[in-house]
């Protein structure tokens, strides 16, 4: 529950800050899936997750954007029952749930052609 507030409580603070980054740069929030490679596929899921990146223009050089980026997701869930014993012989069960996290946060930087084009290239 603590970790769905603060995803909430997260995006809340980024859409405040938008518009401020629309007038002077950019926001991007979306999904990203990682996949283990090599000798981590065996006894390794799949990561899924949320990302965000804001970035706002150099005044001095409108060619380059500058910001931070982030990701937060999550692999290796499983969910399995178990039996406890409570007392007496008596016996317990529950379901149980394991998970595990992974975060990334960094530095980022844009360049893109200052001119007003359908499509422009760029290099992050």
């Given at each position: 529950?603590k ?28 999904y990203?899936?990682m ?23 150099l005044?001095?050089?409108?060619v380059?954007?500058l910001?931070?980026?982030g ?11 178990q ?5 007496n012989?008596i016996l ?26 359908p499509?422009k290239?760029?290099?992050a």
């Open positions: 529950m970790k769905i507030v603060w995803l909430v409580a997260s995006i809340t603070c980024l859409s405040t800050i938008e518009a401020k980054a629309q007038k002077d740069g950019q926001i991007g929030m979306g990203n899936m996949l283990p490679m090599g000798d981590m596929k065996t006894g390794w899921s799949s990561s899924h997750g949320l990302e965000a990146d804001m970035l706002f223009t005044k001095s050089w409108p380059m954007k910001g931070v980026e990701s937060f997701s999550m692999y290796a869930y499983n969910e399995q029952s039996d406890y014993m409570i007392f012989g317990g069960t529950s379901d149980v749930s394991f998970s595990s996290y992974m975060g990334n946060f960094g530095l980022k930087s844009l360049f893109e052609s200052p001119k007003p084009m499509m290239p760029y290099a």
